[in-house]
């Protein structure tokens, strides 16, 4: 399960990813728009949690790694998630790897790995309302906003800065 786009390699997750990934959630402003920055041992059952999600439905969040450096930088892909129907797009990337355009390019691949592998016929994309670089990403792959869609995430208490969420979706193409 390793596809590449013209920079990017997306693969399964290997144990020498937990140590930068622990690194990139532990990050303050990685995890600006998140209830709480993770701790190594939460970040390593992340990466379980992943793994799982891989071997239940054949997708899951891809490791990113830079193709000419091997760098491991994230993640992109698809997850469901536990409180709503539909299939998700989400990504997180290190400090380091920010305006270069790997979100897009990795984001773009992971949906056409959705619509033509997987079959889906809708992906939606949320996040905190405040948080702009997502949202960016979320407009230049294609995905739309309407605000009647947006809600208050119900694992975040009421007083919350990241409880009201905008949600955004995309079709499949037409065949």
Known sequence: MVFSTER????????????????LNADPQVMEHFPARLTREESDLLVDRIEAGFEARGFGLWAVEVAATGEFIGFTGLAVPGFRPGVEIGWRLARSAWGYGYASEA???????????????????????????????????????????????????????????VLYRIHAPAN
């Open 107 to 165: 984001a773009r691949a992971v949906l056409a790995e959705g619509f033509e592998r997987h079959d889906l016929r809708e992906i939606i994309s949320f996040t905190a309302a405040e948080n702009i670089r997502s949202r960016a990403v979320m407009r230049r792959i294609g995905m739309t906003h309407d605000p009647a869609d947006d809600f208050d995430h119900p694992a975040l208490p009421d007083n919350s800065p990241q409880r009201r969420h």
């Open 8 to 23: 990017l390699i997306l693969r399964r997750w290997r144990d020498v990813d937990r140590e930068p990934f622990a690194a």
